[in-house]
């Protein structure tokens, strides 16, 4: 049976498959048209991070404008970019760390450092997104910050936690490296009759 705690050498891979995970889900989070939907039947409005789109009750043709014409549209667009692109480096760089047989631990921390701009980046378009898009566009019907939405702010969740574990890897530097000799415990035959 093999244990593989969070400090293990062999699950090293662990964190840059989660950031591999966040990568996918930033790009569901661009790509995705369900940042806004209409709530219920008819659906009449839909949004991504680049266009806001609006349609009739009994038409099927949607009308789409850009969300680029507006200040915020951009500064929500490009933040969010900008912390993916970001993502995107430290993915590489943390591939890089974690291949090297002698890890850098002060690699990492900067990892783990460079992540949490990520995080800021990415929380700064998520906010600025629905606070100045209900401002600012007419919305028809119910609407709900949907699918793609949740999956931008997943991607920053666990940019997060992998920010955290990335600055806190050096603190089990010797149990990473297997450094650290194993400790056995056992007691005596008086203190454990039941061993007998």
């Not at 680029?68 to 667009?77: K, Q, V």
């Not at 700064?124 to 997104?129: A, E, K, N, P, Q």
């Amino acid at each position: 049976m093999v244990v593989c705690g969070l400090a293990c050498w062999r699950c090293r891979w662990l964190l840059p498959l989660l950031l591999g995970l966040a990568i996918i889900m930033g790009i569901i989070a661009l790509a995705g048209r369900g940042w806004l939907e209409s709530e219920s039947e008819p659906y009449v409005q839909q949004a991504s991070l680049w266009e806001s789109c609006t349609r009739g009750e009994e038409d099927l043709n949607w009308s789409c404008e850009s969300l680029m014409d507006y200040g915020w549209g951009r500064a929500a667009a490009a933040t969010y970019l900008v912390g993916f692109v970001i993502l995107v480096i430290c993915f590489a760089l943390a591939v890089i760390a974690f291949s090297i047989e002698i890890l850098r631990f002060n690699f990492v921390r900067g990892i783990g450092g460079l992540l949490f701009v990520v995080a800021a980046f990415q929380i700064i378009g998520l906010v600025i997104y629905p606070v100045k898009f209900a401002e600012e566009i007419p919305l028809t019907g119910d609407n709900m910050f949907s699918w793609a939405y949740g999956f931008g702010w997943a991607s920053t969740v666990v940019v997060i936690g992998c920010a955290f574990f990335f600055c806190c890897l050096p603190n089990w530097e010797d149990e990473v490296l297997g450094n650290i000799k194993p400790t056995y415990y056992y007691s005596s035959p008086e203190r454990a009759p039941y061993l007998n």
